[in-house]
């Protein structure tokens, strides 16, 4: 075992946690969905809630490079109507964390995993027209998606969704992803550090330490979304999801 910044990880677990940092890096730059393999990881090592606060510096860190290279195709309209009713369900996800233990938060952040995984196979088969392109709608995605990324930083899917069904461009849609991230992953830090006590010196220094794996896992996502084509890469989200579910549940 290694004794590093105050935990106790097998050489084999410290792989997994830059595995986990370069699947971030990837996914904040153009492949969606990988994260969603990346999240039980971390769960199974460091249990669920902790593992949500030492996920959550790693994505502000990888949404920093984000929006540095997609910053100019954000839609700032539909940022304005997701994020009121986001910061609303970030506070509820963060009374619903206070209430619960480990197992359950686990719990929860696998039944989200699921849901996903109905919400993508829906999204393969739906009429994307037939998606309602109304406030309602924004509303009761953002709220959603604010409790899903404050329980185990999971809203990517139901961002997704919404941000699909509107149809927008390739990097439009990355790039409104990536601002929306960013704003609100840096809102839950602090409840995170006081509320939670998931985040501390020790679990942010080996964030840092894990830097280079997400710098170069956001590189390879600037590069592989230019070529992969996207319907294999949906249907390659969807297998990890799937698998995302089962391990959470192991």
Same mark, same amino acid.
């Given at each position: 075992?290694?004794?590093?910044? *105050?935990?106790?990880?097998?050489?084999?677990?410290?792989?997994?946690?830059?595995?986990?940092?370069?699947?971030?890096? /990837?996914?904040?730059?153009?492949?969606?969905?990988?994260? /969603?393999?990346?999240?039980?990881?971390?769960?199974?090592?460091? *249990?669920?809630?902790?593992?949500?606060?030492? /996920?959550?510096?790693?994505?502000?860190?990888?949404?920093?490079?984000?929006?540095?290279?997609?910053?100019?195709?954000?839609?700032?309209?539909?940022?304005?109507?997701?994020?009121?009713?986001?910061?609303?369900?970030?506070?509820?996800?963060?009374?619903? *964390?206070?209430?619960?233990?480990?197992?359950?938060?686990?719990?929860?952040?696998?039944?989200?995993?699921?849901?996903?995984?109905?919400?993508?196979?829906?999204?393969?088969?739906?009429?994307?027209?037939?998606?309602?392109?109304?406030?309602?709608?924004?509303?009761?995605?953002?709220?959603?998606?604010?409790?899903?990324?404050?329980?185990?930083?999971?809203? *990517?899917?139901?961002?997704?969704?919404?941000?699909?069904?509107?149809?927008?461009?390739?990097?439009?849609?990355?790039?409104?992803?990536?601002?929306?991230?960013?704003?609100?992953?840096?809102?839950?830090?602090?409840?995170?550090?006081?509320?939670?006590?998931?985040?501390?010196?020790?679990?942010?220094?080996?964030?840092?330490?894990?830097?280079?794996?997400?710098?170069?896992?956001?590189?390879?996502?600037?590069?592989?979304?230019?070529?992969?084509?996207?319907?294999?890469?949906?249907?390659?989200?969807?297998? /990890?999801?799937?698998?995302?579910?089962?391990?959470?549940?192991?």
């Amino acid at each position: 075992m290694l004794e590093l910044f *105050g935990y106790s990880l097998s050489y084999q677990m410290l792989c997994f946690v830059f595995l986990v940092a370069f699947f971030v890096g /990837m996914a904040k730059t153009g492949v969606h969905g990988i994260s /969603m393999l990346a999240v039980p990881v971390l769960a199974v090592i460091f *249990g669920g809630k902790a593992s949500a606060g030492l /996920m959550l510096p790693m994505l502000v860190i990888a949404d920093l490079f984000a929006v540095k290279y997609y910053h100019r195709h954000a839609n700032w309209n539909y940022l304005f109507k997701l994020l009121p009713s986001a910061i609303i369900g970030v506070l509820l996800g963060t009374w619903l *964390g206070n209430l619960v233990d480990d197992q359950i938060f686990r719990v929860i952040m696998s039944v989200i995993i699921f849901v996903s995984l109905a919400i993508m196979l829906w999204m393969e088969r739906a009429d994307k027209k037939a998606i309602p392109d109304f406030l309602w709608f924004a509303v009761l995605m953002g709220l959603l998606g604010g409790i899903s990324t404050m329980i185990g930083n999971l809203a *990517g899917p139901i961002m997704g969704l919404y941000l699909l069904s509107m149809r927008l461009p390739k990097n439009e849609y990355i790039g409104t992803a990536a601002w929306f991230f960013l704003i609100i992953n840096v809102f839950k830090v602090p409840f995170h550090i006081y509320s939670w006590e998931s985040i501390d010196m020790n679990s942010f220094s080996l964030n840092l330490v894990s830097l280079p794996f997400i710098a170069i896992g956001a590189l390879c996502g600037i590069f592989i979304v230019k070529r992969i084509p996207d319907k294999q890469y949906r249907w390659f989200v969807i297998g /990890m999801t799937a698998v995302a579910a089962i391990l959470m549940n192991i």
